[in-house]
Structures are given as C-alpha cells and as structure tokens.
T-cell receptor, first 112, second 110 residues
Framework: IAGITQAPTSQILAAGRRMTLRCTQD?????MYWYRQDLGLGLRLIHY???????GKGEVPDGYSVSRANTDDFPLTLASAVPSQTSVYFC???????????FGNGTRLTVT | KNEVEQSPQNLTAQEGEFITINCSYS?????LHWLQQHPGGGIVSLFM???GKKKHGRLIATINIQEKHSSLHITASHPRDSAVYIC????????????FGTGTRLTIIP
C-alpha cells in the first residue's frame, strides 16, 4: 500500500442494499475525509475525522455513516442505498486540517 | 451563489500557449488549494497557499487575499496538462472544511 487505497473501484448496487466503501492510508495522517463528486456540483464533504476515535458530519451526511477505529482506516457505510447516492466517492487524508490533501482513486457507485 | 467560483468553466488552447485559470471566493479564508483531476478520475494536490505565489515546474499559483482571488497559470502548455483544475478554500470560520469550486476543464490541442 502506498498512499490511500479505496475499494472497490466500482460497484453496481441494488436500492435498499447495505454497502461499505473502504479507505485505508499508510501515511499516518490524522485527518481523513469522504467526498462525493457529482457532475456540475463539485466535491462535497460527506463525513470527516480529525483523528482516530472522532468523526464529524460534513455538508451532505444523510444516508451515510463512518467510523474511525484506528488511524489507517475510514470506512463509509450506506445503510440502505438509494439511487440519489449514485456518485463517485473519494477518500482523502491530510496530516492536519491546514495541510495539503492526498486523495484515493475513487469509487464509482451506481445504485439501481 | 457558490462560495467559490471558477472561470472559465471550459478552456481549449493550443500546445505552447500560456494558460490562466481563475478562482474567486466570497468568504474569509486561511488557505486555498489547487487540485488537478485527470480523465479517469484521480485527484492530485498541486498547491496549497495562503499568500503570495508558489511555483512548481511550469505551474504557478498566485493569491490576493484582499481581493479574494487566486490564479493558476501554466506556461508552455502541453497536451498532458489536459485535466480538470479545481480550486478549494479553507474558510477561517466554522469547521474549517474545504469548500470546492466546480472546476475548469482544460484541453490542450497538439
């Protein structure tokens, strides 16, 4: 692992199903973020974590949950997927809130 | 109105041209990021700046805090510079989370 790894790369999911998007970083960064990217809207923050054991809500948190049990992992869970959650999801990390971000390669999720 | 506005939304230029992409924002900020996203989706951080100017290779980023404006310049543009360039600001109030512009799609024609 080098940097941030997201899995899966892409997924087609039936509405109502539960799904967890995985994000792992090996840089020992304190801060981690989940964004969704939709055409014409730019990147929007879903949830964030400033350090292991803490999480916070971003701009569009409804329908999503996160956990930060350790420094490296920051999974994003869709408890019951809906078509409006079709998007490209990016995980990012930074040493702290004022430092440059490092992004994963994204997960393209389609909810049918 | 989006707190971060980029212009132009799309830009097509010939190889070798000098490129300028603009970013204006409406809130007080502690820092501004420029990001690059290539077709296929990966996002790379180019610059983070809070004042003045930064240069990396053919890329130059400037910021004017008083005018709430930043520019990204590319000298001697090349087709491999074709990408979406995204401006993002860190507001200096609230939860200090990044607010993103919608990006400028740059296409450099050989």
């Amino acid at each position: 692992i080098a940097g941030i790894t997201q899995a899966p790369t892409s997924q087609i999911l039936a509405a109502g199903r539960r799904m967890t998007l995985r994000c792992t970083q090996d840089m020992r960064h304190n801060a981690m973020y989940w964004y969704r990217q939709d055409l014409g809207l730019g990147l929007r923050l879903i949830h964030y974590s400033n350090t292991a054991g803490t999480t916070g809500k971003g701009e569009v948190p409804d329908g999503y949950s996160v956990s930060r049990a350790n420094t490296d992992d920051f999974p994003l869970t869709l408890a019951s997927a809906v078509p409006s959650q079709t998007s490209v999801y990016f995980c990012a990390s930074s040493p702290d809130r004022q430092s440059a971000l490092h992004f994963g390669n994204g997960t393209r999720l389609t909810v049918t | 109105k989006n707190e971060v506005e980029q212009s132009p939304q799309n830009l097509t230029a010939q190889e070798g041209e000098f490129i300028t992409i603009n970013c204006s924002y409406s809130v007080g900020i502690s820092a501004l990021h420029w990001l690059q996203q290539h077709p296929g989706g990966g996002i790379v951080s180019l610059f983070m700046l809070s004042s003045g100017k930064k240069k990396h290779g053919r890329l130059i980023a400037t910021i004017n805090i008083q005018e709430k404006h930043s520019s990204l310049h590319i000298t001697a543009s090349h087709p491999r510079d074709s990408a979406v360039y995204i401006c993002a600001v860190v507001p200096n109030f609230g939860n200090e989370k990044l607010t993103f512009g919608t990006g400028t799609r740059l296409t450099i024609i050989p």
